[in-house]
């Protein structure tokens, strides 16, 4: 098994910068793709990011393209968000999500962490 745990959320106005980050523990040598996703209410769940803890290569969703940079940290097991020019859009709950490779379903899910974007 592998516990994903989601912080970083909260409050911010429009155009401005959170962080998140997703710790994974437990099995965590059983996967190697790391994933960003978001929920917004009344929407399906949208794909953001992603990473594998053993390469740099990173791939984004369109929407966020040039705006979110995700990253990790091997030592920390954690993987970050950084999301930049934030817009009132991006207001949704996020979870952090790993799979075995890039052929695998997202098998585990952290619980989300709530970004609000206030115009």
């Known amino acids: 098994q592998v516990q994903l745990v989601e912080s970083g959320g909260g409050l911010v106005q429009a155009g401005g910068s959170l962080r998140l980050s997703c710790a994974a523990s437990?099995?965590?040598?059983?996967?190697?793709?790391m994933g960003w996703f978001r929920r917004a209410p009344g929407k399906e769940r949208e794909f953001l990011a992603r990473?594998?803890?053993?390469?740099?290569?990173?791939y984004y969703g369109d929407s966020v393209k040039g705006r979110f940079t995700i990253s990790r940290n091997n030592v920390k097991n954690t993987v970050y968000l950084q999301m930049n020019s934030l817009k009132p859009e991006d207001t949704a709950l996020y979870y952090c999500?790993?799979?075995?490779?890039?052929?695998?379903?997202?098998?585990?899910w952290g619980q989300g962490t709530q970004v609000t974007v206030s115009s």
């Open positions: 990473i594998r803890w053993s390469s740099s290569t990173t």
């Open positions: 999500a790993a799979r075995r490779n890039s052929y695998s379903s997202w098998e585990y």
């Open positions: 437990g099995r965590t040598f059983s996967t190697d793709d």
